[in-house]
Structure formats: C-alpha cells, structure tokens
C-alpha cells in the first residue's frame, strides 16, 4: 500500500508564490519518477513537472522558467516551487509517484491552488 500526502496549496496573488509538497510512504520500490499534475474545471489533467530517479527533470511549456520540482530521495519526497504564478495556474494540483518497470501510477488527493488576479 502506498500513500502519497500533499501539503502546500492555497490561495496567493498573481506573481506570488507557493511551494507545494508531497512525502509517499508504504511499500515502495524501484521509484522511476516523481512529478506533479494538475488539472482545471472543464479541462483534462496535464503534467506539470517530473523528476527521474537520476534527477533528470521535465516541465509542461507553460512554466518552464517559473517552477521548479526537487525531489529528497531519503524522505521519498517531491516538491514543487512555484514563482511568479499566474491565474492560469489556477488548478487542482496532484502528486504523482511512478514505479516499477509496469510504470504504476499512484496518486495523492489533490490540493487546490487558486490564483487571484
């Protein structure tokens, strides 16, 4: 059983910041990535930002140059620095751990990130 727990979210002005984390814990092997997905009303779930196992690192367009995903492998944690946000970065933001050579996906529970103009 694997358990991802994301804390961080919130509600900030445009060009603000906010850094969002996410600790997985359970039964864990052989971590291929981790990353961070969102998604807004009425549009499907996109990636963000995922970090390899290596530390090789890879953003969606949109926010390359304002985000930044680190991740500390002792703690089995990803974080997500978010600068200079805009109110289209407003979405449900969602931790995603990637294992094992069959790529399973696990999931946290979302957490709202609401930018106000």
């Known amino acids: 059983q694997v358990q991802l727990v994301e804390s961080g979210g919130g509600l900030v002005q445009a060009g603000g910041s906010l850094r969002l984390s996410c600790a997985a814990s359970?039964?864990?092997?052989?971590?291929?990535?981790m990353g961070w997905y969102r998604q807004a009303p009425g549009k499907q779930r996109e990636l963000v930002a995922a970090?390899?196992?290596?530390?090789?690192?890879n953003y969606a367009t949109s926010v390359k140059g304002r985000f930044a995903v680190s991740r500390d492998n002792a703690k089995n944690t990803v974080y997500l620095q978010m600068n200079s946000l805009k109110p289209e970065d407003t979405a449900v933001y969602y931790c995603?751990?990637?294992?094992?050579?069959?790529?399973?996906?696990?999931w946290g529970q979302g957490t709202q990130v609401t930018v106000s103009s």
């Open positions: 995603n751990l990637r294992v094992g050579s069959s790529q399973l996906d696990y």
């Open positions: 359970g039964s864990i092997f052989s971590i291929n990535a």
């Open positions: 970090i390899g196992s290596g530390g090789s690192t």
